[in-house]
């Protein structure tokens, strides 16, 4: 029968449900119209009928209860009419259908469901506001189910859901399905797209033994699983034990029953290939349909059988498609954008920041710029955009421009490039002007100079020294591939010196002066890193102290907090943040190394190879290694010339803030930067500014303040562009193994540069972000784990200088993690799990007995 028309479905009260149709939503409702659209498709749905709205009404006429609905408000009256709805009696000619069509069903167990107009609707899915009655026997049973089902319309909480839509009580009526009840192994919810992640390529299946209603109401944690479409099938790239805290079985006399599970048995729970079977019947489902889709499912007896689908609602946006290089790159933009940078930042520290990483694009042919990676509204920076190099016409030139470089300029005599003079001698001319004798114009140059420093001091070095050294470093990987050796080259190029541990071993030094004066460890003891610097004073051994602080602040006092604006104060500008280092690290001393370090010792093995005998071939390697090696140094240390523009920019931007808040433009020094540069060139000095523009540039203040603060909890990088990570159920933490081995400890979550002084000796650090400023902290960390980042981030390098194991790009450790539970990192495998008390008393226990 192709169509039937409205007169005949309501004279026929009961209809089995491959006779619905989305169309007659009004008569079946959204849950039963689609179960017959699927039936009709040939999905595999269990039999049943449906008692259409008609059979509702009559049952509302013939007991009086429209008045009373009627007068209903949201979240009032709801129990009353219930209890009218379950003592009320149902039309003959109703009752005589129902139990005809139970009897044609074969009068087993059955599911009653209702099946609301207001359901099940691309715009709100109504999600459990109608009750369901499972394995129901015995036609008593099944009549004061129905009743049931038509009382759950009137819950409170349905109710007051469909206030909170926009939904006249008064239009909505309810019909009820009734199917054969399937004795389901497993059964649970599948989402034909990522409820979380909004990713269309994947399927997320929530599963638990028993009946899926443990599922869908919430009482069991279950089983977890997200698949992924690959271009020969689904794949499992995410599954997660339950904990089966209960499972609901059908009893043998009618009912339901609640068990106890057994926790965390995967190997009791869903078949691959049973999972992979759900995806494709649910994506078929949803092409049917033309929607993503929200499914109730079971498995009994070998057969997969559709309980119920309806629009997934409240979808976030899909991630945005990039490859695995432009994930890459949002990873470590992680890390260097851990604050979204202002709009003065854009016209001012964003371009020279790029100038020392776009040249070295220039050697290649490829067009790369660091502002373009940002969607920029209005000055307001709203997100990073993954853009990759564009190559040029000059592509063609790129191997002459190389070999040109390679021949000229040789790493191992980088630092002796009259660049790095010429870069040292600016800064240093630039950091003896004091801002407030400057004129207007006078800071607006210094501005100007500032700028030159990154290309200087790491733009224009890189891209004469990286290419010969990065070619070394490929030649010297082909020639451990050869001798057997690849493994080695990390450990080959480690270790060594940077203006990084540099700094550190600095720190460490004034560590040991505090440990070796007992008034200067009472002082460290005693205060807070911020009344450090004024209780020093106080003391004669502190004001000696503080002479040879002032001197590491001369040679480092310029590292950054944070690389991604020039607002957040250097070390030099905020010592509480080094007093907090030392106050740390006067508290617990270093593990002593003892040995060669270990790249001489890889490099002493390799040499013993029988091809390395013979003097030209020993030769060449070691030239290799030596060129290969000054890789990282080049990165580190042109990273360290490059921000000593930062404090200047700093305090020349303050200053101008500071002369327009004298005029009434600004309420801060700090406000300057929501202008763009071309603002303040515009005032030209003349101060104040005409009223005119006082009051546009004020407005513009105050419009990208308020613009800004709007975007506070939305993060800089999209975090569904970071590398995806394939994790199981044994697995807490999954990321980028970014320096080997394993290491167990205490977890210590260090959200910024001011809780530096939490971190003890043998804690296991865990941060949402790391720049060269975090390393020193490595010194007495047992491993390493960041939310963000990459092998290539600094965190990464210089964790493998102190050989300790990190994992970069976790994602959501600083989320997931919690201070002092103790876990185990595999810097290798880059797997974080927790160590359990049983394995801790275990390994107690060992160490008594040896």
């Given at each position: 029968?192709?169509?039937l028309s409205?007169?005949?479905?309501?004279?026929?009260?009961?209809?089995?449900?491959?006779?619905?149709?989305?169309?007659?939503?009004?008569?079946f409702?959204?849950?039963?119209?689609?179960?017959?659209e699927?039936?009709?498709?040939?999905?595999?749905?269990?039999?049943?009928?449906?008692?259409?709205?008609?059979?509702?009404?009559?049952?509302?006429?013939?007991?009086?209860?429209?008045?009373?609905?009627?007068?209903?408000?949201p979240?009032?009256?709801?129990?009353?009419?219930?209890?009218?709805?379950?003592?009320?009696?149902?039309?003959?000619?109703?009752?005589?259908?129902?139990?005809?069509?139970?009897?044609?069903?074969?009068?087993?167990?059955?599911?009653?469901?209702?099946?609301?107009t207001?359901?099940?609707?691309?715009?709100?899915?109504f999600a459990?506001q109608?009750?369901?009655?499972?394995?129901?026997?015995?036609?008593?049973?099944?009549l004061?189910?129905?009743?049931?089902?038509?009382?759950?319309?009137?819950?409170?909480?349905?109710?007051?859901?469909?206030?909170?839509?926009?939904?006249?009580?008064?239009?909505?009526?309810?019909?009820v399905?009734?199917?054969?009840?399937?004795?389901?192994?497993?059964?649970?919810?599948?989402f034909?797209?990522?409820?979380?992640?909004?990713?269309?390529?994947?399927?997320?299946i929530?599963?638990?033994?028993?009946?899926?209603?443990?599922?869908?109401?919430?009482?069991?944690?279950?089983?977890?699983?997200?698949?992924?479409?690959?271009?020969?099938?689904?794949?499992?790239?995410?599954?997660?034990?339950?904990r089966?805290?209960?499972?609901?079985?059908?009893?043998?006399?009618?009912?339901?029953?609640?068990?106890?599970?057994?926790?965390?048995?995967?190997?009791?729970?869903?078949?691959?290939?049973?999972?992979?079977?759900?995806?494709?019947?649910?994506t078929?489902?949803?092409?049917?349909f033309?929607?993503?889709?929200?499914?109730?499912?079971?498995?009994?007896?070998?057969?997969?059988?559709?309980?119920?689908?309806?629009?997934?609602?409240?979808?976030?946006?899909?991630?945005?498609?990039?490859?695995?290089?432009?994930?890459?790159?949002?990873?470590?933009?992680?890390?260097?954008?851990?604050?979204?940078?202002?709009p003065?930042?854009?016209?001012v520290?964003?371009?020279a920041?790029?100038?020392?990483?776009?040249?070295?694009?220039?050697?290649?042919?490829?067009?790369?710029?660091?502002?373009?990676?940002?969607?920029?509204?209005?000055?307001?920076?709203i997100?990073?955009?993954?853009?990759?190099?564009?190559?040029?016409?000059?592509?063609?030139?790129?191997?002459?421009?190389?070999?040109?470089?390679?021949?000229?300029?040789?790493?191992?005599?980088?630092?002796?490039?009259?660049?790095?003079?010429a870069?040292?001698?600016?800064?240093?001319?630039?950091?003896?002007?004091?801002?407030?004798?400057?004129s207007?114009?006078?800071?607006?140059?210094?501005?100007q100079?500032?700028?030159?420093?990154?290309?200087?001091?790491?733009?224009?070095?890189?891209?004469?020294?990286?290419?010969?050294?990065?070619?070394?470093?490929?030649?010297?990987?082909?020639?451990?591939?050869?001798?057997?050796r690849?493994?080695?080259?990390?450990?080959?190029i480690?270790?060594?010196e940077?203006?990084?541990?540099?700094?550190?071993?600095?720190?460490?030094?004034?560590?040991?002066?505090?440990?070796?004066?007992?008034?200067?460890m009472?002082?460290?003891?005693?205060?807070?890193?911020?009344?450090?610097?004024s209780?020093?004073?106080?003391?004669a051994?502190?004001?000696?102290?503080?002479?040879?602080?002032?001197?590491?602040?001369?040679?480092?006092?310029?590292?950054?907090?944070?690389?991604?604006?020039?607002?957040h104060?250097?070390?030099?500008?905020?010592?509480?943040?080094?007093?907090?280092?030392?106050?740390s690290?006067?508290?617990?001393?270093?593990?002593?190394?003892t040995?060669?370090?270990?790249?001489?010792?890889?490099?002493?093995?390799?040499?013993?190879?029988p091809?390395?005998?013979?003097?030209?071939l020993?030769?060449?390697?070691?030239?290799?290694?030596?060129?290969?090696?000054?890789?990282?140094?080049?990165r580190?240390?042109?990273?360290?010339?490059?921000?000593?523009?930062?404090p200047?920019?700093?305090?020349?931007?303050?200053?101008?803030?500071s002369?327009?808040?004298?005029?009434?433009?600004?309420?801060?020094?700090?406000?300057?930067?929501?202008?763009?540069?071309n603002?303040?060139?515009?005032i030209?000095?003349?101060?104040?500014?005409?009223?005119?523009?006082?009051?546009?540039?004020?407005?513009?203040?105050?419009?990208?303040?308020?613009?800004?603060?709007?975007?506070?909890?939305?993060?800089?990088?999209?975090?569904?562009?970071?590398?995806?990570r394939?994790?199981?159920?044994?697995t807490?933490?999954?990321?980028?193994?970014?320096?080997?081995?394993?290491?167990?400890?205490?977890?210590?979550?260090?959200?910024?540069?001011?809780?530096?002084?939490k971190?003890?000796?043998?804690?296991?650090?865990?941060?949402?972000?790391?720049?060269?400023?975090?390393?020193?902290?490595f010194q007495?960390?047992?491993?390493?784990?960041?939310?963000?980042?990459?092998v290539a981030?600094?965190?990464?390098?210089?964790?493998?200088?102190?050989?300790i194991?990190?994992?970069?790009?976790?994602?959501?450790?600083?989320g997931?993690?919690?201070?002092?539970?103790?876990?185990?990192?595999?810097?290798?495998?880059?797997t974080?799990?927790?160590?359990?008390?049983t394995?801790?008393?275990?390994?107690?226990?060992?160490?008594?007995?040896?």
């Amino acid at each position: 029968m192709n169509s039937l028309s409205a007169a005949s479905m309501e004279t026929d009260l009961i209809l089995p449900i491959e006779r619905t149709r989305r169309t007659d939503l009004y008569l079946f409702g959204g849950k039963a119209a689609n179960l017959g659209e699927l039936v009709r498709a040939g999905f595999p749905v269990p039999p049943g009928f449906v008692i259409n709205t008609s059979a509702y009404d009559r049952f509302i006429a013939q007991n009086g209860l429209g008045e009373t609905m009627a007068r209903l408000n949201p979240g009032s009256g709801g129990t009353d009419i219930r209890a009218a709805f379950t003592s009320a009696s149902i039309p003959l000619e109703v009752e005589q259908q129902i139990l005809s069509a139970y009897r044609q069903l074969g009068q087993g167990a059955v599911a009653v469901r209702s099946s609301a107009t207001a359901e099940d609707l691309p715009e709100a899915a109504f999600a459990g506001q109608q009750d369901t009655y499972l394995n129901i026997t015995g036609t008593e049973s099944l009549l004061d189910a129905v009743r049931r089902c038509w009382a759950s319309l009137w819950t409170d909480r349905a109710i007051v859901y469909r206030e909170r839509q926009g939904i006249d009580q008064g239009t909505v009526k309810l019909a009820v399905v009734v199917q054969r009840m399937v004795a389901a192994d497993f059964a649970g919810v599948m989402f034909t797209a990522n409820p979380v992640t909004g990713a269309r390529d994947e399927v997320v299946i929530d599963a638990s033994p028993g009946l899926g209603e443990a599922v869908v109401s919430g009482l069991v944690t279950p089983d977890h699983f997200v698949l992924k479409k690959r271009r020969l099938g689904w794949s499992i790239i995410e599954q997660r034990a339950g904990r089966r805290e209960v499972i609901i079985r059908a009893r043998s006399n009618g009912g339901t029953e609640h068990v106890k599970g057994k926790s965390g048995e995967m190997s009791e729970s869903l078949p691959d290939e049973v999972l992979q079977r759900l995806a494709c019947l649910g994506t078929a489902i949803g092409h049917h349909f033309g929607s993503l889709q929200d499914i109730e499912w079971a498995w009994g007896n070998g057969k997969l059988y559709i309980l119920q689908s309806r629009p997934m609602t409240a979808l976030p946006e899909p991630p945005p498609d990039a490859n695995m290089v432009q994930r890459m790159l949002a990873s470590n933009f992680t890390e260097m954008l851990p604050v979204r940078p202002y709009p003065l930042d854009m016209d001012v520290w964003m371009p020279a920041l790029g100038s020392a990483v776009e040249p070295i694009f220039g050697i290649l042919g490829l067009e790369w710029y660091f502002r373009e990676l940002f969607r920029v509204e209005d000055g307001i920076v709203i997100e990073f955009v993954p853009k990759l190099p564009h190559p040029t016409w000059k592509i063609v030139l790129a191997p002459l421009r190389f070999l040109s470089l390679f021949l000229r300029y040789n790493p191992i005599k980088w630092q002796s490039d009259p660049l790095l003079a010429a870069t040292l001698a600016l800064a240093r001319e630039l950091d003896s002007l004091d801002p407030s004798a400057l004129s207007w114009e006078q800071l607006l140059e210094m501005l100007q100079s500032a700028k030159k420093i990154p290309w200087l001091g790491a733009g224009e070095l890189r891209r004469r020294y990286f290419p010969r050294a990065a070619f070394a470093l490929v030649r010297l990987r082909l020639l451990l591939v050869l001798l057997g050796r690849k493994g080695q080259l990390g450990t080959l190029i480690s270790g060594g010196e940077n203006k990084t541990l540099e700094m550190n071993h600095a720190l460490e030094k004034l560590a040991n002066q505090i440990r070796s004066d007992p008034e200067l460890m009472n002082i460290f003891a005693a205060h807070h890193p911020e009344d450090l610097w004024s209780a020093l004073e106080d003391q004669a051994s502190g004001r000696i102290f503080l002479t040879n602080l002032r001197t590491f602040f001369d040679l480092y006092g310029h590292r950054e907090t944070t690389i991604s604006t020039a607002l957040h104060p250097t070390w030099k500008e905020s010592p509480a943040m080094v007093l907090g280092i030392l106050k740390s690290f006067a508290a617990n001393r270093p593990q002593v190394q003892t040995g060669d370090p270990a790249w001489q010792a890889a490099r002493d093995e390799i040499l013993k190879h029988p091809l390395l005998r013979f003097s030209p071939l020993r030769s060449v390697f070691l030239n290799l290694l030596t060129e290969a090696r000054t890789v990282l140094q080049i990165r580190e240390d042109t990273h360290f010339y490059a921000t000593l523009s930062m404090p200047l920019f700093r305090r020349a931007l303050l200053e101008l803030g500071s002369r327009l808040v004298n005029t009434g433009l600004l309420d801060t020094p700090e406000d300057i930067f929501h202008l763009k540069l071309n603002e303040i060139e515009r005032i030209g000095g003349k101060l104040p500014p005409s009223a005119d523009l006082t009051a546009e540039l004020r407005a513009s203040v105050i419009r990208r303040r308020k613009a800004r603060a709007l975007l506070e909890d939305r993060p800089l990088v999209d975090p569904r562009l970071l590398p995806q990570r394939i994790s199981n159920g044994d697995t807490l933490l999954s990321g980028m193994p970014s320096s080997p081995g394993v290491a167990e400890g205490p977890v210590c979550i260090v959200q910024d540069a001011s809780e530096f002084d939490k971190l003890t000796a043998g804690d296991v650090l865990v941060a949402p972000y790391t720049n060269p400023s975090w390393t020193p902290l490595f010194q007495r960390a047992a491993a390493v784990v960041v939310d963000s980042g990459s092998v290539a981030s600094h965190a990464a390098i210089v964790a493998r200088e102190y050989g300790i194991p990190a994992v970069m790009a976790t994602g959501e450790g600083t989320g997931i993690l919690r201070d002092g539970e103790k876990i185990r990192v595999d810097g290798s495998r880059g797997t974080v799990v927790r160590v359990t008390s049983t394995e801790v008393e275990r390994e107690g226990q060992e160490k008594m007995i040896t």
